[in-house]
């Protein structure tokens, strides 16, 4: 078969496809730009117009990944209607859908080791991911008077963290458990709320 080399339509996109089902077979570091080369049917001479290496295909994956994640988390906030409970817990849920659907992504941009820092286009978008959920956190401490409200980057954070934790351990990890992994974000998220005065003991 001839390589379509230069001439291909869509070389970058082609070039992520590619690496979205290197990763779901091989994991983040498994695989060399030649082999996605390979895979989209071009030269390997033609990848480093668009990528100088595996890392910077990565994190063009990982860059989509988060424009779609922000855009999942955004749509499930809805503007903290119809509550800001309601509105918070779909954050949480959005976020285990989200590690679902798009596993290359989620790869990319959680387990591939890369510094947001590192690169400019990523920083932005990953931060606009985690507004979403910080705007969330917010509206559930609104009620309360200034000087008791937590810090929302402090219950996002919390939140973010104990959601990665339930995709790791029982979505991703095959850890076993009596209870599918939105029910424990949610009981969790509970938890964790009452315990800093956000939600009365029965909700």
Do not use: C
Request: net charge neutral.
């Amino acid at each position: 078969m001839t390589k379509r080399g230069y001439h291909h339509g869509n070389l970058r996109q082609a070039l992520v496809e590619a690496a979205l089902g290197l990763i779901a077979e091989k994991g983040p570091s498994g695989f060399t730009l030649s082999e996605a080369a390979k895979v989209a049917d071009v030269t390997p001479a033609a990848v480093y117009r668009h990528f100088a290496g595996r890392e910077d295909l990565l994190a063009e994956v990982a860059r989509q990944g988060y424009e779609i994640f922000a855009a999942l988390m955004e749509y499930a906030f809805d503007d903290g209607k119809p509550s800001a409970l309601a509105a918070f817990e779909a954050t949480g849920r959005a976020y285990l859908a989200f590690a679902r659907k798009y596993p290359g992504h989620y790869i990319a941009m959680f387990e591939s080791g890369l510094s947001p820092a590192a690169y400019p286009d990523l920083a932005p978008v990953a931060q606009k991911a985690r507004s979403v959920l910080e705007r969330a956190a917010d509206g559930l401490s609104r009620h309360l008077p200034p000087t008791r409200r937590p810090p929302g980057s402090m219950v996002s954070a919390h939140i973010w963290a104990m959601s990665h934790g339930v995709v790791e351990l029982y979505m991703r990890g095959g850890a076993k458990s009596p209870f599918p992994p939105e029910d424990l974000l949610e009981t969790g998220v509970g938890i964790y709320l009452r315990g800093l005065g956000l939600l009365p003991a029965d909700q």
